[in-house]
Protein backbone atom coordinates (compact mmCIF):
# COMPACT_ATOMS: atom_id res chain seq x y z
CA UNK A 1 0.00 0.00 0.00
CA UNK A 2 1.19 3.36 -1.17
CA UNK A 3 0.29 7.26 -0.67
CA UNK A 4 2.12 9.46 -2.42
CA UNK A 5 1.23 13.20 -1.95
CA UNK A 6 2.89 16.07 -5.07
CA UNK A 7 1.70 19.37 -2.98
CA UNK A 8 -1.50 20.08 -5.23
CA UNK A 9 -0.01 18.63 -8.21
CA UNK A 10 -1.24 15.39 -9.88
CA UNK A 11 1.55 14.32 -12.21
CA UNK A 12 4.06 13.11 -10.17
CA UNK A 13 2.39 11.36 -7.21
CA UNK A 14 0.14 9.42 -10.03
CA UNK A 15 3.35 8.69 -12.11
CA UNK A 16 5.21 7.29 -8.95
CA UNK A 17 1.82 5.16 -8.06
CA UNK A 18 1.82 3.93 -11.88
CA UNK A 19 5.63 2.85 -11.82
CA UNK A 20 6.75 2.05 -8.22
CA UNK A 21 5.45 -0.96 -7.56
CA UNK A 22 6.80 -2.77 -10.87
CA UNK A 23 10.23 -1.32 -9.99
CA UNK A 24 10.16 -2.83 -6.56
CA UNK A 25 8.80 -5.73 -8.39
CA UNK A 26 12.10 -5.70 -10.17
CA UNK A 27 14.29 -4.98 -7.48
CA UNK A 28 13.20 -7.40 -5.60
CA UNK A 29 13.48 -10.31 -7.76
CA UNK A 30 17.42 -8.61 -8.27
CA UNK A 31 18.28 -9.02 -4.81
CA UNK A 32 21.44 -10.72 -3.60
CA UNK A 33 22.52 -12.59 -0.76
CA UNK A 34 23.31 -10.12 1.67
CA UNK A 35 20.75 -7.47 0.79
CA UNK A 36 17.34 -6.91 2.08
CA UNK A 37 14.18 -5.25 1.05
CA UNK A 38 15.23 -2.05 2.41
CA UNK A 39 18.06 -2.19 -0.64
CA UNK A 40 15.54 -3.05 -3.14
CA UNK A 41 13.25 -0.45 -1.68
CA UNK A 42 15.60 2.04 -2.51
CA UNK A 43 16.72 0.69 -5.56
CA UNK A 44 13.30 1.29 -6.85
CA UNK A 45 12.87 4.60 -5.38
CA UNK A 46 15.73 5.41 -6.93
CA UNK A 47 15.00 3.98 -10.60
CA UNK A 48 11.51 5.65 -10.50
CA UNK A 49 13.10 8.96 -9.32
CA UNK A 50 15.34 8.41 -12.69
CA UNK A 51 12.66 7.61 -14.99
CA UNK A 52 10.58 10.22 -13.96
CA UNK A 53 13.31 12.62 -14.71
CA UNK A 54 12.87 11.86 -18.07
CA UNK A 55 8.94 12.77 -18.46
CA UNK A 56 8.12 15.99 -19.52
CA UNK A 57 6.72 18.01 -16.87
CA UNK A 58 6.90 21.67 -15.34
CA UNK A 59 9.84 22.33 -12.50
CA UNK A 60 7.46 23.32 -10.06
CA UNK A 61 5.01 20.23 -10.52
CA UNK A 62 8.04 18.02 -9.42
CA UNK A 63 8.46 16.30 -6.21
CA UNK A 64 6.23 13.45 -3.88
CA UNK A 65 6.36 12.51 -0.49
CA UNK A 66 5.35 8.42 -0.35
CA UNK A 67 4.56 6.38 2.45
CA UNK A 68 4.45 2.93 1.71
CA UNK A 69 3.15 -0.09 3.75
CA UNK A 70 4.61 -3.39 3.18
CA UNK A 71 3.33 -6.63 4.40
CA UNK A 72 5.31 -9.93 4.24
CA UNK A 73 3.72 -12.64 6.40
CA UNK A 74 3.65 -11.07 9.54
CA UNK A 75 6.25 -8.90 9.29
CA UNK A 76 4.91 -5.00 8.44
CA UNK A 77 7.73 -2.93 7.27
CA UNK A 78 7.25 0.89 6.65
CA UNK A 79 9.18 2.97 4.84
CA UNK A 80 8.88 7.30 3.53
CA UNK A 81 10.50 9.51 1.35
CA UNK A 82 10.22 13.09 2.77
CA UNK A 83 7.36 14.61 5.28
CA UNK A 84 4.52 11.81 4.88
CA UNK A 85 4.59 9.22 7.28
CA UNK A 86 2.82 6.31 8.92
CA UNK A 87 1.97 6.78 12.98
Avoid: H, W
Avoid at 28 to 35: F, H, K, S, T
Avoid at 73 to 83: C, I
Amino acid sequence: FGLFDGRGYDFVPNYVNDTLEENLKLELRRIRQGEDFSTALRRAFLSTNRDLSLQPVDNIQRGSTACLLYLVENQLLVANVGDTMAV
